[in-house]
């Protein structure tokens, strides 16, 4: 089994940030971005490439504040996480 993991960049950011994807997959991965309090901020489904970018977002279309947030994805029965930091 391919190893799985995910970075964003450039981090820290003041606007959107690109979440890469370092395993080669054939099928859809799901974003899920957390705030420290474990609260579901935005969730991005059917990812097909090897990068998405999140334009910092909630899933309501506002712009989050300023904090630390967790990006997980999820692909299968696998999952990987980041750590974000929105200025």
Known sequence: MQQFFITAV??????GVSIEISSPHSGSIELFVYDLAGK???R???ITGSS???DCRDS????VPSGT???RAVYE???????FVKL
């Open 10 to 15: 450039p981090n820290p950011s003041g606007s």
């Open 40 to 42: 579901l901020v935005s």
């Open 44 to 46: 991005i489904t059917e």
């Open 52 to 54: 998405y970018l999140w």
């Open 60 to 63: 309501s279309g506002l712009e």
């Open 69 to 71: 947030y967790i990006i």
């Open 77 to 83: 029965d696998r999952s990987a996480s980041a750590r």
